[in-house]
């Protein structure tokens, strides 16, 4: 019987293994597209024939004050360095000069990103040029309060986006495990909001009473009906942005689509692209699955493995087994993140989480809660191990015990494995029958 090869990303180098060919089900690998070949190209097109909505160049007023927003340093994949001129080009040739223009860098519940930090996000000659900030989520002075959405959430959000003329939003889309998409309205909420409308919010992640753990329908692809994705487009409606451009990355993290216009039909244009490049449909689920979150620094600690884990539970069935390929060479960071996972048991976490609400926490949960469909073998270095010993997951430090583990817990006595060389990325959408 012939042995399918697979090598598959592990830190800074790779892991190779095989699996007989009659027992692989799929390798989940996404929709190879090629980048833009030119951006700023590409970038400036967009600005002219945007979706929805007249050029940004005869939105602006001459003299008006403008605010652009940028994602923090955890997006730098989104290559503002390289677009951000253009953008300013053409806001100077609508007759807005550099002086009136500020880019305020929404970090919404994260950390305040660095004055280095800012000349990566922007590129030297957009700092020297314009003034930068960071929003401070926890800054009240410099907070508005706006009103209250139809599900309780009360809105505050920074005071100088909201006393701008022209607010301008830059991001970029890929899949969330919470809010069903990133971009678009994630500049607003959490992007520029207060840390009390931030939390109020994201408690939709969450089950309505305590024990119901996450929320299902806060998930990837999952816009309708997902409370928490409708609360955010609700805070972003009062600041009615005048003009949105994301952008959204292909399987190799280069730019394949720059998306302008209106607040939200751009963005509903670019969650398409979206689908096309990391939905991949499956038929059924498998015994095992192998993913890897795509090797360093995708997999630096367990909290940015949580979405490979989310993902590998979409390809698994029921009282199947996940392999997940993650070095974590710094498991213990970020440590509010492991301080949750400190906890007795995930109701206890859930609980705390109802009370003093983080991403960090809800990450925490989601990956406890993954175990609910069948054990998840962690592959990972060998000093992790005493670390990881309060959690659920299995811990191995090789590919060959990671699959005797595998063979032996899921049950089948030849097992369908399906392969996931993009785990942090590729999204398994299960058709039913």
């Not at 090869?5 to 996404?30: A, C, D, N, R, W």
């Not at 939105?59 to 951000?84: A, F, H, M, Y």
């Amino acid at each position: 019987m012939a042995d399918r090869q697979f090598h598959l990303k592990y830190g800074k180098g790779t892991l190779s293994f095989q699996i007989p060919e009659s027992q692989v089900l799929y390798e989940l690998t996404g929709k190879e597209v090629p980048p833009l070949p030119d951006l700023g190209r590409a970038y400036r097109q967009a600005l002219e024939r945007p979706i929805d909505s007249p050029p940004l160049r005869e939105i602006v007023r001459p003299g008006e004050k403008v605010v652009v927003t940028v994602s923090d340093i955890t997006r730098g994949w989104q290559r503002n360095d390289r677009v951000l001129p253009v953008l300013l080009a053409t806001l100077n040739e609508a007759g807005i000069p550099d002086e009136n223009i500020t880019i305020l860098i929404v970090v919404g519940a994260h950390r305040l990103n660095t004055e280095s930090e800012f000349m990566e996000l922007c590129g030297s000659e957009v700092c020297r040029r314009v003034r930068a900030v960071n929003h401070d989520c926890g800054d009240e002075k410099n907070m508005v309060y706006v009103g209250k959405t139809s599900r309780g959430t009360e809105v505050s959000v920074n005071r100088m986006a909201l006393e701008a003329d022209r607010l301008i939003l830059t991001g970029g889309v890929i899949y969330h495990y919470m809010a069903g998409y990133g971009g678009g309205r994630k500049s607003i909420l959490p992007g520029l909001s207060s840390i009390k409308t931030i939390r109020q919010n994201h408690l939709w992640g969450l089950g309505p009473s305590p024990g119901s753990g996450s929320n299902p329908r806060a998930a990837s692809r999952r816009t309708r009906g997902n409370e928490l994705h409708e609360d955010m487009m609700e805070i972003a409606g009062f600041l009615k942005p005048d003009f949105i451009v994301n952008t959204v990355p292909n399987l190799n993290g280069e730019i394949a689509g720059v998306f302008a216009g209106n607040w939200v039909s751009a963005w509903m244009q670019a969650t398409q692209l979206v689908d096309e490049i990391f939905g991949v449909e499956i038929q059924e689920e498998a015994d095992i699955v192998i993913a890897t979150a795509g090797g360093y620094p995708k997999d630096i600690n367990l909290y940015q493995t949580g979405k490979t884990m989310d993902n590998a539970f979409y390809a698994m069935k029921k009282g199947g087994v996940a392999i997940i390929l993650s070095e974590c060479p710094d498991i213990t960071e970020p440590r509010e993140f492991f301080q949750w996972l400190e906890y007795p048991s995930a109701l206890e976490l859930e609980r705390a989480l109802r009370e003093n609400f983080t991403i960090a926490g809800w990450v925490a949960l989601k990956e406890l809660e993954c175990n609910n469909k069948g054990p998840f073998v962690l592959l990972t270095r060998r000093e992790n191990f005493p670390f990881l010993r309060q959690t659920p997951f299995f811990t191995v430090d090789s590919m060959e015990a990671a699959l005797g583990l595998a063979y032996q817990r899921c049950g089948a006595r030849n097992p369908k494995v399906t392969v996931m060389p993009q785990g942090a990325n590729t999204l398994p959408i299960l058709k039913r029958k």
